[in-house]
């Protein structure tokens, strides 16, 4: 059965550096997403993706991320300068379609930022 | 904020039926009820997903009340890998992003 993967399953990285989450979507999805979860808190939306262009954002993703799909198979998440804060578990999703339809969820990375 | 009220952890005996409620008593008309579930630590799952009508499929049955105030996921036979945390969320036919609550921790015990 296809299914989302994301690499690495577990980032450590200094306050300050860049991060590049990387996420493999199901190959007839076209729509994208990305999730947080900071540790013992609800999973949170971050952004929905499709046509090469965020649709949706939330409050936390500012400035300090951005999103893309380099290439046919590829979908990113950039943390610009990290935070403290931003030590969470990110999952990756993806949908055949938007609005009501079924997501799929990969299995997550691990963002540990000292 | 999440739509939906659920109670935030219940036990199971292994064998059984798990009955998971949800209230959601301000969900409008063109707004579906769908589950999923995380195990430790893992991605959210899609379990399934109504409307109006009851819907059953491999994993879980979805019973929805006729004024669609409330709804409840039932695991037929219980097994120790359903233990997870359960999620009802209420999304718009329009919604593309998921508002996840707390959910109801489910344990199943041996």
């Known amino acids: 059965e296809p299914e989302v993967t994301q690499t690495p399953s577990h980032q450590v990285t200094q306050m300050g550096q860049e991060v590049i989450l990387r996420c493999v979507p199901i190959?007839?999805?076209?729509?994208f997403y990305w999730y947080r979860q900071i540790l013992g808190q609800k999973v949170e939306f971050l952004v929905s993706?499709?046509?090469?262009?965020?649709?949706?954002k939330s409050e936390i993703f500012d400035d300090q991320f951005s999103v893309e799909r380099p290439d046919g198979s590829n979908f990113t998440l950039k943390i610009r300068s990290t935070k403290l804060e931003d030590s969470a578990m990110y999952f990756c999703?993806?949908?055949?379609?938007?609005?009501?339809?079924?997501?799929?969820f990969g299995p997550g990375t691990r963002l540990t930022v000292l | 904020d999440a739509k939906t009220t659920q109670p935030p952890s219940m036990d199971c005996a292994e064998g059984r039926a798990a009955n998971l409620p949800c209230n959601h008593s301000?969900?409008?008309?063109?707004?579906?009820v769908y589950w999923y579930r995380q195990i430790h630590s893992q991605g959210p799952q899609y379990i399934i997903h109504?409307?109006?009508n009851n819907e059953t499929n491999e994993m879980a049955s979805l019973i929805i009340t006729e004024d669609r105030k409330s709804s409840t996921l039932i695991l037929p036979h219980a097994t120790l890998r359903d233990t997870a945390v359960y999620y009802c969320?209420?999304?718009?036919?329009?919604?593309?992003?998921?508002?996840f609550g707390k959910g109801t921790r489910l344990h199943i015990l041996p």
């Open positions: 999703a993806s949908s055949v379609t938007g609005g009501n339809n079924e997501q799929f």
């Open positions: 190959s007839n999805h076209l729509y």
């Open positions: 993706f499709y046509n090469n262009e965020i649709s949706e």
């Open positions: 301000t969900i409008s008309g063109n707004e579906y």
């Open positions: 109504g409307l109006k």
């Open positions: 969320i209420v999304r718009g036919n329009r919604d593309d992003k998921i508002i």
